[in-house]
Structures are given as structure tokens and as C-alpha cells.
């Protein structure tokens, strides 16, 4: 079994008490998914891998796939977590999986304003929240060079 599997209850992660906020590089047709947030105020504007909490006693994958198809109306699955592990803010981090899409096309019903579809060399066009430039820069070794 693993570690998220035995989890119950809270979302805070029963090794470090912090909440999971996950996150999917969604690739598709050799582009990556980016969500132009419009909430809350300190965020709204920047640019980040949709995503969202953890909620007790759920999966982190279940919990992307549950967040995709609440802000983006698609069905998607997890493919590969992305290394590591990033801080948000205090009692927050960061977890990341790329994601394929199954069916539906993207449309930002929550929580966005707008969605790209970036290739490689359009990754950095968006204002990325800082702490998702890890991820990105790790998922666009998945997208397709020049
Ligand atoms: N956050 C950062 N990068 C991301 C996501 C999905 C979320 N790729 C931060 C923004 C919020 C917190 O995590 O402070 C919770 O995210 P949400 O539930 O508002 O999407
Ligand atoms: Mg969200």
C-alpha cells in the first residue's frame, strides 16, 4: 500500500502536517496546460497548473482528477508525480502529476479567467506563480524540443 492510500482523515499529510495542494501539468498534443487565476486578489492574474486541496481522507490523484473536472469540465488521469515537493504559504505545499486528458476540451469554469495552450518555447509568455516554475520547467522536458 502506499503512503496515500493508508492516509485518513484531514488533509494535513500524516508525515509533515501540511495540507496537499496538487496540481497537474496537463499535456496534450505536445503543449501544457496553463490557468490564468482569478482569485483570490494576491493571486489573481498569475499563471499556475490548475489544481487545488487535498479534502480528507481522499487520494492525492483522485483529488486532480476531482479538481480538473471541477475548474476545467474534463475528464483527465495522472500519469508521472513530478519530483519534489514545493512550499506555499505557511502549513501548505505543493505536489505535482502530469495528466493526460481523456475527453472534454478545457474551459476555465472556476477559479480562472483563462487557459493556454503553451508549447516549449511559449512556457515562459506567462506569469507562472513562483513556486509552480519548478514543476513547469520539469514538465516541459515532456514536451517536444526545437
Ligand atoms: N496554488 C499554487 N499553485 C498551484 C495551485 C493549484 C495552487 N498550481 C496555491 C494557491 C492557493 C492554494 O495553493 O494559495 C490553494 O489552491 P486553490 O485550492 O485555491 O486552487
Ligand atoms: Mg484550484
Known amino acids: 500500500m502506499t503512503e496515500s492510500t493508508t492516509r485518513h482523515g484531514a488533509g494535513p499529510d500524516r508525515g ?5 495542494v496538487v496540481a497537474a501539468a496537463l499535456l496534450d498534443r505536445g503543449r501544457l496546460l496553463a490557468a490564468r487565476r482569478s482569485a483570490p486578489a494576491e493571486l489573481a492574474g498569475r499563471w499556475e497548473l490548475p489544481g487545488g486541496k487535498v479534502e ?40 505535482v502529476w502530469t495528466a493526460r486528458l481523456l475527453s472534454g476540451e478545457p474551459r476555465p469554469l472556476e477559479d480562472h479567467d483563462e487557459l493556454r495552450w503553451l508549447a ?18 520539469e514538465a516541459a522536458r515532456r514536451l517536444p524540443g526545437v
Open 16 to 20: 509533515t502536517g501540511a495540507v496537499v
Open 56 to 95: 480528507p481522507g481522499e487520494r492525492p490523484e483522485d483529488a486532480l482528477v476531482r479538481e480538473l473536472r471541477e475548474e476545467l469540465g474534463v475528464e483527465a488521469e495522472t500519469a508521472e508525480r513530478i519530483p519534489g515537493e514545493w512550499p506555499l504559504k505557511p502549513g501548505y505545499v505543493l505536489r
Open 120 to 137: 516549449r518555447d511559449e512556457l515562459d509568455t506567462v506569469d507562472w506563480l513562483d513556486q509552480d516554475r519548478p514543476a513547469v520547467a
